[in-house]
C-alpha cells in the first residue's frame, strides 16, 4: 500500500490524511484556501467550509469570552491561491511503500508526534462568574464610552451653534451701532440747521421794526390862530 510521508516531519498516513495533516500543521494561513480567523479552522474545499459557517452562532460563547469582535471580513478569508500540495520524493508529501502487516504490539509510527485535530464542531466554553463579571463590566465600560462619545459630539454641535449666534448677534449689534451712529449724525445735522434758522429768524425779527420806525414821518401840529 502506498502511504505519504510528510517531509517536515515524522507522520505518515494515506493521502487524505497526509493531505489534511500539511493543511492543519505546516501550511501558512495565507495559503490555506479556507481558514477562520476566530477558531483556527482550515478546509480545503467549500463544501467543509460552509458546513464550518453553519456553526456560526456555537462561536458566540467563545466571542464573549475572549471579547472578540466580528465582522464578516475578519472572521472569514478565503484565499485566492489554488491548493496543490507536491507529492514527489522532493515534494511536500514523499510517496513511500507501507506494509499493512504490523505486529500489534508495535505502535503505528503516524501516532508518535500527536498531531492536532480541527473539527468543524466548534467546542462552547462556559464562563466563568468572574469572566461573566469582566465581560458585563467591559460591556458597561463601552456602553458609557459610546455614551460619552455622543454627548461629546451633542455639545461639540452645541458649541458650534452658540458661537455661530454670537457671531451673528455681534454683526447686528454692530450693524446697529453704525446705523445709530449715522442717524446721531443727521440728528445733530438738522439740530444745528434748526438752530441756525432760529437764529436768522430773531436777526430778521430785530431788523423788520428798525425799518418800519425810521419810514415815519413826524408831522408837527399846526397851531391854531384866533381871530
Same mark, same amino acid.
Given at each position: ?19 489534511? =495533516?500539511?493543511?492543519? *500543521? =505546516?501550511?501558512?494561513?495565507? &495559503? ?6 476566530? +477558531? ?18 456555537? =462561536? ?5 469570552? +475572549?471579547?472578540?469582535?466580528?465582522? &464578516? ?10 491548493? #496543490? ?35 468543524? #464542531? ?8 468572574? &469572566? ?13 464610552? &459610546? ?8 455639545? #461639540? ?14 454683526? #447686528? ?24 434758522? *432760529? *437764529? ?13 420806525? *425810521? ?8 397851531? +391854531?390862530? =384866533?381871530?
Amino acid at each position: 500500500m502506498v502511504f505519504l510521508q510528510c517531509s517536515l516531519c515524522k507522520f505518515k498516513g494515506k493521502r487524505k490524511n497526509a493531505v489534511d =495533516h500539511f493543511l492543519k *500543521r =505546516h501550511l501558512p494561513e495565507n &495559503d490555506v484556501p479556507y481558514f477562520c480567523v476566530l +477558531c483556527k479552522f482550515r478546509a480545503i474545499n467549500k463544501f467543509k467550509w460552509e458546513k464550518h459557517l453553519s456553526s456560526f452562532p456555537k =462561536h458566540i460563547s467563545a466571542v464573549n469570552s +475572549c471579547h472578540t469582535m466580528l465582522s &464578516d471580513k475578519v472572521y472569514c478569508i478565503e484565499s485566492d491561491k489554488k491548493f #496543490e500540495l507536491d507529492i514527489s520524493p522532493n515534494g511536500q508529501l514523499i510517496p513511500i511503500e507501507y506494509t499493512s502487516v504490523q505486529p500489534s504490539n508495535i505502535p503505528f509510527e503516524e501516532n508518535i508526534e500527536p498531531v492536532p485535530e480541527y473539527s468543524e #464542531e466548534v467546542v462552547i466554553v462556559e464562563m466563568t462568574e468572574e &469572566d461573566q463579571t469582566i465581560f458585563t463590566l467591559k460591556e458597561e465600560i463601552s456602553n458609557l464610552t &459610546d455614551t460619552l462619545v455622543k454627548e461629546r459630539n451633542q455639545f #461639540e454641535n452645541y458649541l458650534n451653534k452658540m458661537e455661530e449666534t454670537k457671531k451673528n448677534l455681534k454683526s #447686528e449689534l454692530n450693524q446697529t451701532k453704525a446705523e445709530l451712529h449715522v442717524q446721531n449724525q443727521k440728528n445733530k445735522e438738522n439740530q444745528t440747521s434748526e438752530k441756525e434758522e *432760529r *437764529r436768522k429768524d430773531r436777526k430778521r425779527s430785530y431788523q423788520e421794526p428798525n425799518k418800519r420806525i *425810521r419810514s415815519v414821518v413826524v408831522v408837527p401840529k399846526r397851531r +391854531c390862530e =384866533h381871530f
